[in-house]
């Protein structure tokens, strides 16, 4: 896959992410019958998003450092 696809495809799961969790939450208020179950939803969201591999960011370039001119003592 080219950059573009996977950059917009990680977007794409981060959103889903977000979803299954906030949705887990609001559930786990209203439903306190199955409050374990719907913690355990976030947690295994948790995890397997802990666990997925991170696209490498691109780093400027590295730019020589300025040269110190020394202050006249005038």
């Known amino acids: 896959m080219s950059?573009?696809?996977n950059g917009s495809?990680?977007?794409?799961?981060?959103?889903v992410f977000?979803?299954?969790i906030a949705s887990s939450l609001y559930l786990a208020m209203i439903d306190p019958d199955n409050r374990p179950v719907y913690f355990q939803?976030?947690?295994l969201v948790v995890t397997?998003?802990?666990?997925l591999p991170?696209?490498?960011?691109?780093k400027p370039p590295n730019k020589p450092p300025k040269s110190?001119?020394?202050?006249?003592k005038t």
């Open 41 to 43: 939803v976030i947690d």
């Open 68 to 72: 110190i001119k020394p202050k006249s």
């Open 3 to 5: 950059d573009k696809n």
């Open 54 to 58: 991170q696209t490498p960011q691109k």
């Open 48 to 51: 397997y998003s802990m666990k």
């Open 9 to 15: 495809q990680d977007k794409a799961i981060a959103a």
């Open 18 to 20: 977000v979803t299954l």
